[in-house]
């Protein structure tokens, strides 16, 4: 899949995935999922065999990512599944026509682990709103992360973000206070609160990078949100 490109991530302003596109790409309109960042390409690979009625398009910017998923899709033989190289942000902010998308999946985004680089993270007030413009009513928004801190600003974004509605069904613990890397012990004698969070979402299968997460100790915390 390829689109014109405006910078080296970014598509053109003029392009639009729209009906007309997504027919000529996919060879149908079914329902359209969204992952940001494909990793080596195991869960998109995972999916697009899994649930055979919708539509994959992975967003990833890094060439050896992009290879690995290629590699998986073709050896699946599968047909729903795309992928393409730009950013996230940019692909949002102008490719998606209002109420185009079904679902997006953000599977352990960078948490930028240093405070001086916590604004450089994906989810935010201005890309929350992006996403729910993308979303058709009632599309969710499926996170995952091994970071307690960045799990934090997902809770600060999306609970008070007014377009979503935290769908969550167990409550996990977490420390009220922002830290990164070289201050973590900090979060251990910081008051705690309680937040809404999901289950593990049966669609997501178990990468080699969560494997390896878990195994080092690292706690998944899970989101699901629902456009309203």
Same mark, same amino acid.
């Given at each position: 899949?390829? $689109? @014109?490109?405006?910078?080296?991530?970014? @598509? =053109?302003?003029?392009?639009? /995935?729209?009906?007309?596109?997504?027919?000529?790409?996919?060879?149908?309109?079914?329902?359209?999922?969204?992952?940001?960042?494909?990793?080596?390409?195991?869960?998109?690979?995972?999916?697009?065999?899994?649930?055979?009625?919708?539509?994959?398009?992975? /967003?990833?910017?890094?060439?050896?990512? $992009?290879?690995?998923?290629?590699?998986?899709?073709?050896?699946?033989?599968?047909?729903?599944?795309?992928?393409?190289?730009?950013?996230?942000?940019?692909?949002?902010?102008?490719?998606?026509?209002?109420?185009?998308?079904?679902?997006?999946?953000?599977?352990?985004?960078?948490?930028? @682990?240093?405070?001086?680089?916590?604004?450089?993270?994906?989810?935010?007030?201005?890309? =929350?709103?992006?996403?729910? /413009?993308?979303?058709?009513?009632?599309?969710?928004?499926? $996170?995952?992360?091994?970071?307690?801190?960045?799990?934090?600003?997902?809770?600060?974004?999306?609970?008070?973000?007014?377009?979503?509605?935290?769908?969550?069904?167990?409550?996990?613990? /977490?420390?009220?206070?922002?830290?990164?890397?070289?201050?973590?012990?900090?979060?251990?004698?910081?008051?705690?609160?309680?937040?809404?969070?999901?289950?593990?979402?049966?669609?997501?299968?178990?990468?080699?990078?969560?494997?390896?997460?878990?195994?080092?100790?690292?706690?998944?915390?899970?989101?699901?949100?629902?456009?309203?």
């Amino acid at each position: 899949m390829k $689109i @014109p490109e405006k910078g080296k991530f970014s @598509p =053109a302003p003029s392009f639009r /995935l729209g009906a007309f596109e997504r027919k000529e790409i996919w060879g149908n309109l079914n329902p359209l999922v969204i992952e940001i960042g494909s990793g080596q390409g195991e869960q998109i690979a995972f999916a697009s065999k899994r649930f055979k009625n919708l539509d994959f398009l992975a /967003l990833e910017v890094f060439p050896q990512g $992009i290879a690995h998923t290629i590699r998986r899709l073709k050896a699946l033989g599968v047909e729903n599944a795309r992928i393409l190289q730009a950013d996230a942000f940019s692909f949002f902010s102008t490719a998606l026509p209002a109420g185009s998308v079904f679902e997006v999946w953000t599977f352990f985004p960078d948490p930028w @682990p240093k405070t001086k680089h916590h604004k450089r993270r994906l989810i935010s007030s201005a890309f =929350a709103s992006l996403v729910a /413009l993308a979303l058709c009513s009632g599309g969710r928004w499926r $996170i995952a992360t091994d970071d307690s801190d960045y799990a934090l600003q997902i809770h600060e974004v999306l609970d008070s973000a007014p377009e979503f509605k935290n769908m969550g069904s167990v409550y996990n613990e /977490l420390a009220l206070l922002h830290v990164g890397k070289g201050n973590r012990h900090l979060q251990a004698s910081a008051p705690k609160g309680k937040f809404l969070q999901a289950e593990r979402f049966e669609g997501r299968t178990l990468t080699s990078f969560e494997k390896k997460g878990i195994e080092a100790g690292r706690k998944i915390y899970d989101f699901d949100y629902k456009k309203i």
